[in-house]
């Protein structure tokens, strides 16, 4: 049996994220795909011309390419990867979904539950201030969760799609039948955790598996667990006994 992994990174960031599982799954022979979404990889400019539909047509585009050379795919995602992911396995038989710390809200109001309490606000803000700078991970951050992406900047427009492309998923999970993985550390501090709840109790998945990974450290927002140094070695096992169950539940 021929199996394909396609892996999604999240939104802002780049394969990068997803390299770690990259050699790991090759190893079990299987075919990988770490794919790069459009606007990423190269300017924060070319990002502000994409939205979700461009998101999601290259994840439907990637996973039919893969699909065309293996008998079955797993789609594996972070955050908003993770959110396609989900998206994808509503709508194609997959052989599995991994979805790490993906947001199906980004917020809510009761209980209070927000990044930032200009979030709701997202779709007026970007009307009157388009952009707004960040504060860049600093060398320590980088250490302990090592990222590459746009973090100078947040592009509204671009928060507004995420946010609309969530809501979507959010109605079409109910549709997933094939096994889930879902992984988050509990004080994930850009997606609140509630989400990995939603997921287990909206999907229609005879196999539901949800794995919370504490994080010790104080310096980071524990969201990154694909390459943080606590959590990552823990997440490619994790992923690798997914993968090895589904085939073999297959066969």
């Not at 952009?131 to 969760?145: C, M």
Request: aromatic fraction near 10%; proline fraction near 6%.
């Amino acid at each position: 049996m021929k199996v394909g992994c396609l892996l999604i990174h999240g939104w802002t960031g780049s394969p990068f994220e997803m390299e770690p599982l990259v050699a790991p799954l090759e190893s079990e022979g299987y075919v990988v795909r770490n794919i790069m979404l459009p606007g990423h990889g190269t300017t924060f400019e070319d990002f502000q011309t994409t939205g979700w539909g461009d998101w999601e047509w290259a994840a439907h585009k990637e996973y039919e390419a893969l699909a065309a050379q293996v008998d079955a795919v797993f789609v594996i995602g972070l955050s908003m990867g993770g959110t396609l992911a989900l998206h994808l396995a509503s709508k194609y038989p997959v052989g599995g979904v991994v979805s790490l710390a993906a947001p199906l809200f980004l917020y809510s109001l009761f209980p209070w539950q927000m990044k930032d309490w200009r979030m709701p606000f997202t779709p007026i803000i970007k009307h009157i201030k388009p952009v707004f700078p960040l504060k860049r991970r600093d060398a320590e951050h980088l250490r302990i969760a090592p990222w590459v992406g746009y973090d100078e900047f947040v592009s509204m427009q671009q928060l507004h799609e995420l946010m609309k492309g969530v809501k979507k998923v959010r109605g079409e999970v109910d549709a997933i039948s094939a096994p889930v993985l879902a992984i988050q550390a509990p004080t994930d501090k850009s997606v609140p955790l509630e989400n990995i709840f939603l997921i287990a109790k909206k999907v229609a998945s005879k196999e539901m598996t949800v794995k919370l990974l504490r994080i010790e450290e104080k310096v980071t927002g524990h969201h990154v667990i694909t390459t943080h140094v606590e959590t990552s070695a823990r997440v490619i096992e994790l992923v690798q006994g997914f993968v090895k169950r589904g085939i073999y539940t297959k066969l």
